[in-house]
């Protein structure tokens, strides 16, 4: 790794620690991941402590009470969900600055005129963020298991079923991350690609799962694929090797996006005339 890659690295990891980024981004996902449970599970007992109530009004809720506090795979699987929709749109956000946002500020233009190469900038970017959102939501995904088992009657998920679950929702988080950065270095518009990547986090991931059951081999329903690693009597029939088929084509995916942000940065001028400075 040659001074400017590292030193492009230092810009990156200072931005992401001293703006508090860092920071909030953990607390949304791991936050967010930690309450759904709890959500569950509160409204499973607040519906038992009002059955008498719904009887009067001749709706039986035992079978909806047993079912919210039944077992840990629905705490987590709605915790999967928390990671992969809210806690990714938050995330996106947070981003926009490095995902193209930094570009507007001629303070921290691209010196391209000094000789920094398109390689040394777009690089860290594609490590440290998605790597970033990769282990907060498997920190994120641990954390809602081990607080759904005190919730929850039945503990029908396993550590290693659970840290599995976290590694494909984490690389679904990662993919959506990099679809950002790539779009928004690509054109230095973070807040139009932030609206783009959101929207197509939302709505693509279900119109793939209404196509097709079958999420083997598909990227974009990763999180769909961890809920059913999650659900009891699933994991046995999912072999290994499919599962990390999956992983290997988003990851695949992934890699075509930083080559695309590469040669769009490389294509792109970037306009360093002006006389305002922005601090």
Same mark, same amino acid.
């Given at each position: 790794?040659?001074?400017?890659?590292?030193?492009?690295?230092?810009?990156?990891?200072?931005?992401?620690?001293?703006?508090?980024? &860092?920071?909030?981004?953990? &607390?949304?996902?791991?936050?967010?991941?930690? &309450?759904?449970?709890?959500?569950?599970?509160?409204?499973?007992?607040?519906?038992?402590?009002?059955?008498?109530?719904?009887?009067?009004?001749?709706?039986?809720?035992?079978?909806?009470?047993?079912?919210?506090?039944?077992?840990?795979?629905?705490?987590?699987?709605?915790?999967?969900?928390?990671?992969?929709?809210?806690? &990714?749109?938050?995330?996106?956000?947070?981003?926009?600055?490095?995902?193209?946002?930094?570009?507007?500020?001629?303070?921290?233009?691209?010196?391209?005129?000094?000789?920094?190469?398109?390689?040394?900038?777009?690089?860290?970017?594609?490590?440290?963020?998605?790597?970033?959102?990769?282990?907060?939501?498997?920190?994120?995904?641990?954390?809602?298991?081990?607080?759904?088992?005190?919730?929850?009657?039945?503990?029908?998920?396993?550590?290693?079923?659970?840290?599995?679950?976290?590694?494909?929702?984490?690389?679904?988080?990662?993919?959506?991350?990099?679809?950002?950065?790539?779009?928004?270095?690509?054109?230095?518009?973070?807040?139009?690609?932030?609206?783009?990547?959101?929207?197509?986090?939302?709505?693509?991931?279900?119109?793939?799962?209404?196509?097709?059951?079958?999420?083997?081999?598909?990227?974009?329903?990763?999180?769909?694929?961890?809920?059913?690693?999650?659900?009891?009597?699933?994991?046995?029939?999912?072999?290994?090797?499919?599962?990390?088929?999956?992983?290997?084509?988003?990851?695949?995916?992934?890699?075509?996006?930083?080559?695309?942000?590469?040669?769009?940065?490389?294509?792109?001028?970037?306009?360093?005339?002006?006389?305002?400075?922005?601090?």
């Amino acid at each position: 790794m040659n001074n400017q890659t590292k030193a492009s690295f230092n810009k990156e990891f200072l931005a992401f620690f001293r703006t508090n980024v &860092l920071i909030t981004v953990a &607390l949304v996902i791991i936050g967010l991941a930690v &309450l759904s449970p709890v959500m569950i599970a509160g409204m499973g007992m607040f519906m038992d402590a009002m059955s008498d109530l719904y009887e009067e009004m001749g709706t039986d809720v035992s079978g909806m009470t047993e079912l919210l506090g039944e077992s840990v795979s629905l705490g987590v699987q709605s915790a999967v969900e928390s990671i992969v929709g809210v806690g &990714l749109i938050v995330m996106i956000i947070l981003l926009n600055k490095a995902a193209g946002g930094e570009q507007k500020k001629r303070a921290v233009i691209i010196p391209k005129s000094s000789g920094l190469r398109s390689f040394s900038y777009i690089l860290p970017k594609f490590i440290i963020y998605p790597l970033s959102g990769f282990v907060f939501s498997i920190i994120a995904t641990l954390a809602a298991w081990a607080v759904s088992i005190p919730l929850f009657d039945k503990n029908d998920v396993m550590f290693a079923t659970a840290f599995l679950a976290g590694i494909l929702s984490g690389v679904a988080v990662m993919l959506y991350i990099c679809f950002h950065l790539a779009l928004g270095t690509a054109t230095g518009k973070a807040g139009m690609s932030a609206a783009v990547c959101i929207t197509v986090s939302v709505l693509l991931p279900t119109v793939m799962s209404q196509l097709s059951t079958d999420y083997m081999y598909n990227p974009f329903t990763l999180q769909y694929l961890a809920a059913l690693v999650l659900q009891a009597g699933n994991t046995s029939q999912l072999q290994a090797s499919d599962i990390i088929v999956s992983i290997a084509f988003a990851l695949a995916i992934m890699v075509v996006a930083f080559l695309v942000a590469l040669f769009a940065q490389n294509a792109r001028r970037i306009d360093n005339y002006g006389n305002e400075i922005d601090l």
